[in-house]
T-cell receptor
Framework: GEDVEQSLFLSVREGDSSVINCTYT??????LYWYKQEPGAGLQLLTY?????DMKQDQRLTVLLNKKDKHLSLRIADTQTGDSAIYFC????????????FGAGTRLAVHP | SQTIHQWPATLVQPVGSPLSLECTVE??????LYWYRQAAGRGLQLLFY??????ISSEVPQNLSASRPQDRQFILSSKKLLLSDSGFYLC?????FGPGTRLTVL
């Protein structure tokens, strides 16, 4: 099917690391993305990884890609209360128009 | 760099009324444009995409339609809104999203 799957909820303590996981279905996907959505707001592109890469690091964010298992993760180091939001993973399918297929989102709650 | 504008930001409409949501893109030409909808507590669903003026493809059958009258303008419309049309509508160019329109149908 077309599903991109994510766990729905994650709770972490401030200062700890958060790991948000995602599985996708299309082995021919070219790019995989992580977006952040705060309450009432649009989607902010956080980071992305090309499908021929295993890892990408950008400041506090680390993306790991296991292409064999079609598994993507986002690690947020030193999680802060401002990181509380919904995080969506998305895969870019090939074809003529390169549509994005989204997961349902993981709600990250950061508590003191 | 590209900028995506959407308006209005919020809209409350009665059932059966028409709808027109507008998206414009700056800083690029001949973009592929997309309309997505996010239902409450859900991920995003692709509704329409357009590869050029007058070229619209629909992903799912629904009460909505889209038009591309100009290269950098993409419009989402309905003749008669349903309750199920409520949601957060996002216009996108490549992997970048506009600020969205929150539509409530009462």
């Amino acid at each position: 099917g077309e599903d991109v799957e994510q766990s729905l909820f994650l709770s972490v303590r401030e200062g700890d690391s958060s790991v948000i996981n995602c599985t996708y279905t299309d082995s021919s996907s070219t790019y995989l993305y992580w977006y952040k959505q705060e309450p009432g707001a649009g989607l902010q592109l956080l980071t992305y990884i090309f499908s021929n890469m295993d890892m990408k690091q950008d400041q506090r964010l680390t993306v790991l890609l296991n292409k064999k298992d079609k598994h993507l993760s986002l690690r947020i180091a030193d999680t802060q209360t401002g990181d509380s939001a919904i995080y969506f993973c998305a895969e870019r399918r090939g074809g003529g128009y390169n549509k994005l297929i989204f997961g349902a989102g993981t709600r990250l709650a950061v508590h003191p | 760099s590209q900028t995506i504008h959407q308006w209005p930001a919020t809209l409350v409409q009665p059932v059966g009324s028409p709808l027109s949501l507008e998206c414009t893109v700056e800083g690029t030409s001949n973009p592929n444009l997309y309309w997505y909808r996010q239902a409450a507590g859900r991920g995003l669903q692709l509704l329409f995409y357009s590869v050029g003026i007058g070229q619209i493809s629909s992903e799912v059958p629904q009460n909505l339609s889209a038009s591309r009258p100009q290269d950098r303008q993409f419009i989402l419309s309905s003749k008669k809104l349903l309750l199920s049309d409520s949601g957060f509508y996002l216009c996108a160019f490549q992997q970048f999203f506009g600020p969205g329109t929150r539509l409530t149908v009462l």
